[in-house]
């Protein structure tokens, strides 16, 4: 059985031939001080060791940058899926305004696309047994059956394809996902692409075309900011904000920062305008919705400590409105 060395030990391979040709060249000067004709030859190994010298660093320099380059990659998938995270962090937050019908609808659309993603990892790792197992599961929930089956076909389909099929099946979902800016599930799967199928040059194009794609969505998304903001329209630019944040580096963000306040401003006015009139005009059900949206979407702010110390009295009046109405 054959020991497995560790992948760091070449370097230290290549410390010990430059420390041992240097010991060696010093043997040798020493020996060239009492014997002539060899005083000379002890520049062999110095050579010799200045050459692996050289040659130890530059595949230093190679390691050092491969490590880096697979850092940087590791970090793009991190931000990519704390990203994610944050959008459906924010797509629940946004569920407690809706109809329930309507958080229905969003919180199905959010599982289909978390349980599409499952299956399609097992089945990429060619895990058929447990693919075939979570496709039986989801089936067994009515409101999953037309996914469960068209998870059944996708996975009929791969398992019966040759290696190029396969690997075509694949690129065909990842591309599908990077159409949907789903960018950290696509990055995970091209990472297990490429670790099955590292010689395939369609999988090493998806990770330039991940990222021209996450470029395009990035361009437009600022685009629509920035008509937005001319426009004036307070609520599409807030829309387009909250996802636009998700691409921006820190520097980009500091940009748009001035202009990002002034919309935050601008609809914050805007509530506080609806939250007046409708407390003067005595609509406290209204009010009360209305200072929700102020607390959650401004927290810090000074109307929304204000509000939040009048919110018992406006639960009350909204409680007893019917009342008062009646009367």
């Known amino acids: 059985m054959r020991v497995k060395l560790p992948r760091t030990l070449w370097l230290v391979q290549w410390h010990l031939i430059f420390v041992s040709l240097m010991i060696l060249a010093v043997i040798f000067w020493i020996i060239g001080g009492v014997i002539d004709y060899m005083q000379n030859l002890y520049l062999v190994p110095l050579m010799v060791a200045a050459g692996v010298g050289i040659f130890a660093i530059i595949l230093l320099l190679y390691q050092a940058l491969t490590i880096l380059t697979n850092q940087q990659q590791l970090l793009e998938r991190i931000s990519d899926g704390l990203a994610l995270s944050k959008n459906m962090f924010e797509q629940i937050s946004q569920g407690v305004k809706l109809s329930e019908a309507a958080k229905t609808i969003a919180y199905r659309d959010m599982d289909n696309q978390y349980l599409r993603a499952s299956v399609m990892e097992k089945l990429h790792q060619q895990d058929y047994k447990a693919t075939y197992a979570m496709i039986d599961a989801i089936s ?18 791969y398992r019966d394809s040759t290696e190029q099929g396969k690997i075509n099946q694949i690129i065909s979902y990842i591309e599908k996902l990077i159409d949907q800016f789903h960018w950290a599930t696509a990055s995970a799967q091209i990472e297990v692409l490429l670790k099955n199928y590292p010689d395939s040059e369609k999988a090493k194009s998806l990770h330039q075309k991940l990222t021209d794609k996450k470029e395009h969505r990035k361009r437009q998304l600022l685009a629509a900011w920035d008509e937005a903001v001319k426009r004036a329209d307070t609520d599409r630019s807030l829309m387009v904000l909250k996802e636009l944040d998700l691409y921006l580096t820190p520097s980009e963000g500091l940009a748009l920062q001035e202009a990002a306040s002034e919309v935050f401003k601008n609809k914050l006015h805007n509530l506080g305008v609806q939250f007046s009139l409708a407390v003067s005009e005595k609509r406290w059900t209204q009010a009360l919705q209305t200072g929700h949206d102020i607390i959650r979407g401004f927290p810090n702010s000074r109307m929304a400590e204000e509000i939040r110390a009048k919110l018992a009295t406006l639960r009350d009046l909204a409680k007893n409105r019917p009342q008062e109405a009646k009367s």
């Open 140 to 157: 067994q929930r009515s409101e999953y059956k037309a996914l469960a089956e068209e998870l059944k076909v996708a996975a009929d389909n």
